[in-house]
């Protein structure tokens, strides 16, 4: 293993490319502490001192930006509008026939479509930015009494705030710049290494917070925990059913094409983190409507309100718990359905000759992906539920939700980053030295 690192340092182009790596996850984790002007920097860290974690949507998004949303740094969105952005153009796939041509047409299309999602990105960079800049001109921000955290910003004139949504959307330009710099020039992914980033920074804090506040024993039992979860993780992200397919031999000219066996890789989880962000995001809209419907002083909530705010705002409440992992298993469902088309992989394996023993070509072979794909998602979506409520079980049991960084979104881009990096580099390293990191 020491011997393959050393390997890794020794090869002078990838050498290179993890240094540059390196470079721009440093000045990304710099901009995430530059904050944005007309912010009051002390109040702001004095404030997230007194106050516990968010819930819902703004601590994701929170959590995306690695703690730098609620500093109201220049990074403050960090990827999650290109994150949106990604996804929107992946489900208008399906309602705009033009996004499905253009995905289709090779490089070229693929091209295009990166185009609308970086204008996209602009522009739900825009609207969060004003949402975020209103909420800390109002004070509820992180939603505690205390004066300093009223007073976030130093100057509220309309030309301040609009300064500060453009620093921000500008600085939301440049993360997505610098991972396309990543994806380009350095090793991996660029926008996941950033979002890798943004999650790991959180770990080390939220370790120590859980050390000071519940003591060795926990903080052991947590880490102890923690591993056995990694573990389990990386076994299902690996894990995968191989559907053999056979392409018959044909002959072009004088030259033989075909006859070669080989397979269908389909993932239990092919869905990602994706669900989890949904369900996320749909669970956080009856709070946020609750919150714009909150009663004057003097005034009793209306009924729903109370409702909402007693069964749906409260992580550790099993109803609440219960709809998250219903939600999680639907989006898993419906997301995977998005993104494999079993008719469209039937058609291709046809046209090419191939063929699944024993399976006629055509429509029974789509039929048949389609009950294997049904089958092989529904321990799929009980594994991403069970894995996103291990921090609200936290909150129920040991009341550690904002220091349990084991579970939900967190582990899930974690452990399938960090695998698709290191199969990366073994990659690069087998071309060179016809060995690999990985034995």
Known sequence: ????????????????????????IAIYRLGAHVPTPFVDFPNVQSCLAQSGSTEGLLSLVNLFSGGALLQLSIFALGVMPYITATIIVQLLRVVIPHFETLYKEGQAGQAKLTQYTRYLTI???LLQSTTLVTVARSGQLLGNGAPECQQLLTNDIWWAQLLMIITMTAGTGLVMWFAELVTERGVGNGMSILIFTSVAATFPAAMLAILNTRGVEVFLLVLA???????LVVFVE???RRIPVQYAKRMVGRRTYGGTNTYI?????????????FASSLLYIPALIAQFNQPQAGQEPAPWVTWISQYLTRGDHPLYMLVYFLL???????YVAITF????????????????????????????????????????????GLIALLPLVALATVGANQNFPFGGASILIIVGVGLETVKQIDAQLQQRHYEGLLR
């Open 123 to 125: 522009a739900l960079a």
């Open 1 to 24: 293993m020491f011997s393959a690192i050393a390997r890794v340092f020794r090869t002078p182009d990838l050498r290179r490319k993890i240094a540059f790596t390196l470079g721009i």
């Open 238 to 240: 690996q894990s995968q």
């Open 225 to 231: 925990v923690g591993i056995v979860v990694v573990a």
């Open 265 to 277: 890789p389909i993932k239990v989880n092919m869905a990602g983190v994706v669900p989890v962000i």
């Open 328 to 334: 999680i298993v639907g989006f898993t469902y419906f």
């Open 341 to 384: 088309n079993p008719v469209d992989v039937a058609d291709n394996m046809k046209k090419y000759g191939g063929f699944i023993p024993g399976i006629r070509a055509g429509r029974p072979t789509a039929e048949y992906l389609d009950y294997v794909l049904t089958r092989i998602t529904l321990p799929g979506s009980i594994y991403l």
